[in-house]
């Protein structure tokens, strides 16, 4: 794109400030009025006559104000009498990084959040363009240095917090006893059934249960799943509401015997009905998922290309129709998961419903702890899909984890998300 030619300016940063660094208020910009500053911080680059695109009930309407990069994060300051304006819409797009260069003058500026905030800025056209265009790039370069310094300066913050709220093994009795009294279950209850993994050697030897049922009630519905692995509790919203995972009625079940009473009640849970969902309709096999995963590694490690042909081959994985439609199911089911065997998709789903749903568990203790409750505690087969034992190389390349590798350490290197 040649200079001069108007275009978009896309750019993903974190402009929520960090509570992890003392605030301050201290005028440190060259215009009026003051802003509240954090210490330290100081202007890079300022854009004046700027219009910041707000939804509101007449729909989208425009605040005039100045737009400022600083060292840590991107500040607006709308002028004291904002007026309504409508402008035309831009149908040109650029994706702007740390190492791009910027061969355009920007009308519009889309900076995406990692809160999910999407910010909308537009330039005026009076012969402000060198500003649009220093303003634009500041912000892209300056995401690098943010945030080394916002990691140094949040370091110690994040590490008292994280010496409060402990990571959970899900091995003994206390942690299972620890989590319940977090998710305020009151109405549930720790069963040792399966301490001796007598009951089923794929479930943890703790189990949630309704306070009402008996261990010899609950050990007669064991025999009416798959792998002898019954309906447990997940998750426990505050309303009441319950996510429950359990494999598939086994063949051999018979609905007319008696003792269906104590599957009733593990479903039922004390709750008028029970909505169960099975995890394997419309949603890819893990053999799918594995083999979606490995072509967008494929991409990224691959030779630079351009950007239409990468978004190509980046649909072309169906990496994100995959994520699609599990998010998709995720937000829409709060019932008992149904799977087979328990242990493939349903430890997907169970973990992306409590990141959705719970704000600790997008926490780094409460992701490991989710991972150990939901993966580990609850038998994924890694050993088979991870094929650690190398008795087959079609099994490896075939039947893989729904968890792709390093994703575990990679989400526990990210910081906490703010959803809710």
């Known amino acids: 794109m040649e200079p001069g030619l108007s275009g978009l300016g896309v750019w993903f940063l974190n402009c929520g400030l960090p509570s992890c660094i003392p605030s301050c208020r201290q005028n440190v910009f060259s215009s009026s009025p003051p802003a509240i500053c954090l210490a330290g911080e100081y202007v890079q680059e300022e854009a004046s006559c700027v219009r910041k695109s707000v939804l509101s009930r007449d729909g989208k309407v425009y605040v005039p104000g100045t737009l400022y990069c600083t060292n840590l994060r991107v500040v607006f300051l709308p002028d004291p009498s904002p007026s309504t304006e409508v402008v035309n819409s831009f149908t040109k797009a650029k994706v702007l990084t740390a ?40 912000i892209a370069q300056a995401r690098e240095s943010g945030a080394a310094c ?38 549930w209850r720790v069963s040792p059934v399966n301490e001796r993994f007598d009951m089923s050697t794929s479930l943890p030897k703790y189990l949630w249960v309704p306070a009402l049922l008996l261990d010899n009630e609950l050990k007669r519905a064991f025999a009416h799943f798959n792998e002898r692995r019954v309906p447990r509790l997940c998750w426990h919203h505050p309303g009441g509401s319950v996510l429950l995972r359990a494999a598939s009625f086994h063949a051999d079940s018979d609905p007319e015997k008696e003792d269906m009473r104590s599957v009733e009640t593990l479903l039922l849970a004390g709750h008028s009905q029970c909505v169960i969902v099975d995890t394997a309709a419309d949603l890819p096999s893990p053999a799918e998922i594995q083999q979606a995963y490995l ?79 939901e993966w580990v505690a609850s038998g994924h087969p890694f050993l088979q899909r991870l094929n650690l034992l190398r008795q087959s190389d079609r099994d490896e390349v075939s039947d893989r984890s729904d968890m792709p590798e390093g994703g575990a350490v990679e989400w526990c290197k990210s910081p906490p998300l703010s959803l809710l």
């Not at 402990?166 to 620890?178: A, G, H, R, V």
């Not at 997008?362 to 992701?367: A, I, K, V």
Request: with cysteine; charged share 25%; proline share 3%.
């Open 150 to 187: 916002l990691s140094e300066n949040g370091q110690a913050g994040r590490e008292e917090e994280e010496e409060e709220i402990p990571t959970l093994l899900f091995e003994s009795l206390c942690d299972w006893e620890m989590e319940l009294k977090r998710l305020r279950a009151s109405s």
């Open 99 to 138: 190492s791009s260069t910027l061969k355009f003058i920007p009308e519009e500026l889309v900076v995406y959040c990692r809160d999910f905030r999407v910010l909308k800025f537009h330039f005026h056209e009076s012969g402000l363009e060198p500003q649009a265009f220093r303003v634009t790039m500041a």
């Open 295 to 373: 072509k967008l590694r494929a991409l990224y490690s691959s030779l630079v290309m351009s950007d239409e042909k990468w978004l190509s081959a980046l649909e072309g994985t169906r990496w994100l129709e995959h994520v699609r439609s599990l998010l998709g199911r995720s937000f829409t089911l709060f019932p008992s998961l149904l799977e087979s065997d328990d242990r493939e998709l349903n430890c997907l789903l169970a973990s992306l419903v409590q990141m959705v749903l719970d704000p600790h568990a997008r926490t780094l203790s409460g992701f490991q702890s989710l991972l150990q409750k």
